[in-house]
């Protein structure tokens, strides 16, 4: 399997010069024959570029493209962008596919079957339980877990689908130079040798920065045909994922919290509580979402309630948009 197409590594090389966004990268993705067209002639019809493609500067970027491109080597990863045939279709189907992915691993066979098991970083026993038996019940129907190797539930859903005998993959918010946290060094490693991947938007040498974490997050939703969020307080970083997936068109999927959880105060189920409690007002306020994207929102009461999220991801990953399962 080849590190970088030929078309990739001229938009990797774009990437590199300064000023060059993801916005630039798109309008040089439209122009006329861009995977066979000469720089020049892309860069005459993107005035962007027009302005900053001087041969100094070209060259700068060809040289730091070709760095990344032996990182990638080194790292056995490869580099993808939305012009390969492996780009994942869930995510080349949302408004947020960056235009290169790095990508370590084996992405799954079939990858319109993913779902992404997220959650706090500080979960009660019954998250714990509730993340564990989910992913069990997803990956012993064959579908594959995103989550984004944090601690806490994430970590829980990662090592439950690893347990199982399934495929998951981690989105980091770094290069894949790196893992964060460090302590998942070797959950990283597990998943990799179990052929699950390793995926970010991020060169080899960007490190971890606040920012990253929410984009991360979309990336989770944007891999997935749905999200479970398994406990989340009300201001959690797992609503950004849970949030996307809706944006998306897609379901989310929410446990209800146990009584004790409720009767305790737990402030990681704060949200769990409010969606479960069936006000659709509060439920789009909270989610920032309009009420009828409410009606793809999952109430998981109990086990009995799983073969929802089978049914509410039937459709066509191509779409990129969900049924309305009208659970609430």
Not at 272 to 280: F, K, T
């Amino acid at each position: 399997m080849d590190t970088i197409s030929l078309q990739t590594g001229k938009l990797l090389a774009l990437s590199m010069l300064k000023g060059v966004g993801p916005a630039t990268l798109r309008m040089a993705l439209n122009t006329a024959n861009f995977a066979t067209s000469s720089m020049e002639a892309v860069a005459k019809q993107v005035p962007r570029l027009a302005a900053v493609m001087q041969p100094t500067l070209w060259n700068e970027a060809l040289e730091k493209a070709e760095m990344q491109v032996e990182q990638a080597e080194k790292s056995d990863a490869r580099i993808l962008s939305v012009l390969d045939p492996e780009y994942p279709a869930l995510l080349r189907a949302t408004k947020d596919d960056p235009v290169i992915l790095f990508v370590k691993g084996l992405l799954a066979e079939r990858q319109e079957q993913s779902v992404a098991v997220i959650g706090t970083r500080e979960p009660t026993k019954h998250g714990v339980m509730v993340a564990e038996r989910t992913t069990q019940f997803l990956v012993d129907s064959g579908w594959s877990v995103v989550s984004g190797l944090a601690l806490g539930l994430d970590a829980v859903a990662h090592q439950a689908a690893l347990k199982a005998g399934g495929h998951t993959v981690a989105v980091l918010a770094h290069g894949l130079h790196t893992v964060a946290p460090s302590k998942h060094k070797s959950l990283a490693q597990e998943i990799l040798e179990k052929g699950g991947a390793l995926v970010s938007e991020y060169r080899f040498g960007v490190d971890p920065r606040p920012e990253f974490f929410v984009k991360r997050d979309r990336i989770q939703a944007g891999l997935a045909q749905g999200v479970v969020m398994v406990q989340s307080d009300l201001k959690g970083g797992s609503l950004h994922a849970s949030r996307a997936s809706l944006d998306y068109g897609r379901w989310l999927a929410v446990p209800e919290p146990t009584q004790l959880d409720a009767d305790n105060a737990e402030p990681k189920v704060q949200a769990n509580g409010l969606i479960a409690a069936g006000d659709v007002a509060k439920i789009a306020e909270l989610l920032m979402c309009s009420a009828a994207d409410v009606r793809r929102v999952i109430v998981l009461r109990s086990r009995e309630d799983y073969p929802k999220l089978l049914s509410a991801g039937s459709s066509s990953p191509d779409a990129g948009v969900m049924p309305q399962v009208g659970l609430l």
